[in-house]
């Protein structure tokens, strides 16, 4: 079974997700782009119940691009992004691929809200790439 380690920059957050992830994609909403802090969000979608995180993080909530509601855990004291819950994904948590204590292997293989993309981003590949969140 495979196992997937991360953190926050501070190491004040840990994680491990056990378990081969459902999808890994990229996501180029603007919720993304602020959360993030550059063009875009590289993910690891795991069931929640595969996921541990230690330490004390922080949460914030609102509505996503999609309208549903997304939760964006993070560190209280690097500020580090390391999770999000999505409502569009029940049952799903996503870790942030830059939180990966080795990020090396992530190949994501769909690209969602690509209409909010940058017209700056190219990203290659043979992958699919959907205009918002698919249905």
Same mark, same amino acid.
């Given at each position: 079974m495979a196992r997937f380690t991360g953190g926050c920059l501070c190491g004040r957050i840990r994680y491990t997700a056990s378990g081969d992830p459902a999808f890994t994609g990229?996501?180029?909403?603007?919720?993304?782009?602020?959360?993030?802090?550059?063009?875009?969000?590289? +993910?690891?979608?795991? @069931?929640?119940?595969? #996921? !541990?995180?230690? $330490?004390?993080?922080?949460?914030?909530?609102?509505?996503?691009?999609?309208?549903n509601p997304v939760t964006r855990v993070f560190c209280?004291?690097?500020?580090?992004?390391?999770?999000?819950? +999505?409502?569009?994904m @029940?049952?799903?948590? #996503? !870790?942030?691929? $830059?939180?990966?204590?080795?990020?090396?292997?992530?190949?994501?293989?769909?690209e969602l809200f690509c209409d909010s993309a940058q017209p700056w981003v190219s990203l290659g590949g043979d992958r699919q790439r959907f205009p918002a969140m698919p249905g």
């Open positions: 990229v996501c180029h909403c603007r919720d993304c782009q602020r959360f993030s802090g550059t063009a875009f969000s590289t +993910v690891l979608g795991f @069931p929640s119940g595969a #996921l !541990v995180i230690e $330490g004390e993080p922080k949460q914030y909530r609102k509505s996503g691009d999609s309208g209280p004291e690097c500020g580090s992004g390391v999770t999000e819950e +999505v409502g569009a @029940p049952g799903m948590t #996503l !870790v942030l691929a $830059g939180t990966l204590d080795d990020p090396a292997g992530v190949q994501p293989t769909i």
